[in-house]
């Protein structure tokens, strides 16, 4: 079956750095998407792999590992915005969307 | 770019009536439109696939005959909650997909906040 991996919920410090990983098992693969889901709110897009490694997008990367099966999502310099549920999802082979449960964050000061 | 809208924002309707969301790609053509529900403090969960002019196809589980889905246009996507019960309340949230190319990104509506009395 096809299966996406993520904690359920993380807690960070305002300013520091977070790590959400993500374990998936799919029928064929075509990338993997990181969504921001605000409470009350539609998931906003994050970030898009499909090659192995890291790809920076100013405060937020996202890495890749395809024979792992891994990803994670890193956050730095968290900001209170940052509280949100974090979303990560796998393209499959009829580059249909497999979602993971989401992953919670929560910042304190 | 990429922006689609939903529309009601929000709904509360009596038990037994249908309620109509919509769907729009308001800056491109979105081949296929994908419905979610979304309980509190739970994932998406997907409820159907539509690809325009053809029928959707619904995740298992999910009753056909009770949410309708029409993709009659590369720009509007319906989902009409039939007879509607409370169990029905739920945030319901549309996605579209241009399609073509290498980057398969679900561009997502703000979501529908249906609550059934």
Known sequence: ?109 | GAVVSQHPSWVICKSGTSVKIECRSLDFQATTMFWYRQFPKQSLMLMATSNEGSKATYEQGVEKDKFLINHASLTLSTLTVTSAHPEDSSFYICSARAGGGDFYEQYFGPGTRLTVT
């Open chain 1, 1 to 109: 079956g096809q299966n996406i991996d993520q904690p359920t919920e993380m807690t960070a410090t305002e300013g520091a750095i977070v790590q959400i990983n993500c374990t998936y098992q799919t029928s064929g693969f075509n990338g993997l998407f990181w969504y921001q889901q605000h409470a009350g709110e539609a998931p906003t897009f994050l970030s898009y792999n499909v090659l192995d490694g890291l790809e920076e997008k100013g405060r937020f990367s996202s890495f890749l590992s395809r024979s792992k099966g891994y990803s994670y999502l890193l956050l730095k310099e968290l900001q209170m915005k940052d509280s949100a549920s974090y979303l990560c999802a796998a393209l499959d082979s009829n580059y249909q969307l497999i979602w993971g449960a989401g992953t919670k964050l929560i910042i304190k000061p």
